[in-house]
């Protein structure tokens, strides 16, 4: 039975990474933000495949995602900084969604989930970029070094209303398919008191 399990949650997360992958070339950018920051949906299947496999499956999810990406798209810049920025924001947006819907299993509890997870994201992301991502895009990928003052009104005006507007079409679109799927989901999942 175990062994079962085992190769359900492989199979489970190779579909749902490759899901991901091609809901991530499926971006598009969002009018009044600048143009690099682009909305796609494959935080969605990471979500899904947390709930079914337990939250490590999702991060495993946003890794192949991400590690596909950069094989197929980034591998010529030499440094995956979108990539690993995209990993961090999927994972901080999965997480907190997955363990607060596990400890209020309902729909209240997933929205719950879902709002602690753009929060979360969007307060963190910007904290990241600009410390971390928006300098190393400067140091590795030879963009303009911005000043602290620049970065500054890039991280505060445009990327956290940015990812707050993401994660709420992120939870808009994925409350819709959970209101009809709940019950299988529940069904499927594998780790109940992860």
């Known amino acids: 039975m175990a062994k079962t399990q085992k190769v359900k949650t492989?199979?489970?997360?190779?579909m749902?990474?490759?899901i991901?992958?091609?809901?991530?070339?499926?971006?598009f950018p969002f009018p009044g933000f600048p143009g690099f920051l682009?909305?796609?949906?494959?935080?969605?299947?990471?979500?899904?495949?947390?709930?079914?496999?337990?939250p490590l499956a999702g991060v495993l999810v946003e890794l192949i995602k991400n590690t596909i990406d950069y094989l197929a798209t980034g591998a010529a810049t030499?440094?995956?900084?979108?990539?690993?920025?995209?990993l961090t924001a999927g994972v901080l947006f999965i997480l907190p969604s997955y363990y607060i819907y596990k400890r209020i299993s309902s729909k209240k509890g997933?929205?719950?989930?879902?709002?602690?997870?753009?929060?979360?994201?969007?307060?963190l992301m910007s904290v990241l970029n600009?410390?971390?991502?928006?300098?190393?895009?400067?140091?590795f990928l030879g963009a303009d070094m911005m000043t602290s003052a620049q970065t500054k009104k890039l991280v505060v005006g445009s990327i956290f209303p940015f990812n707050l507007v993401?994660?709420?079409?992120?939870?808009?679109?994925?409350?819709?398919?959970?209101?009809r799927l709940r019950t299988w989901l529940e069904k499927q999942a594998i780790y109940k008191n992860v």
């Open 38 to 54: 682009l909305v796609d949906f494959s935080d969605i299947p990471a979500l899904v495949a947390a709930v079914i496999f337990g």
């Open 16 to 18: 749902f990474s490759s």
């Open 166 to 179: 993401k994660g709420a079409l992120i939870t808009i679109v994925f409350m819709l398919l959970f209101a």
């Open 20 to 27: 991901s992958y091609i809901l991530m070339l499926l971006n």
């Open 10 to 14: 492989m199979v489970g997360i190779g």
């Open 78 to 86: 030499g440094v995956p900084v979108g990539q690993i920025a995209n």
């Open 110 to 123: 997933m929205v719950a989930g879902l709002i602690a997870g753009t929060v979360l994201m969007s307060l």
């Open 130 to 139: 600009y410390y971390v991502f928006l300098p190393a895009y400067s140091i």
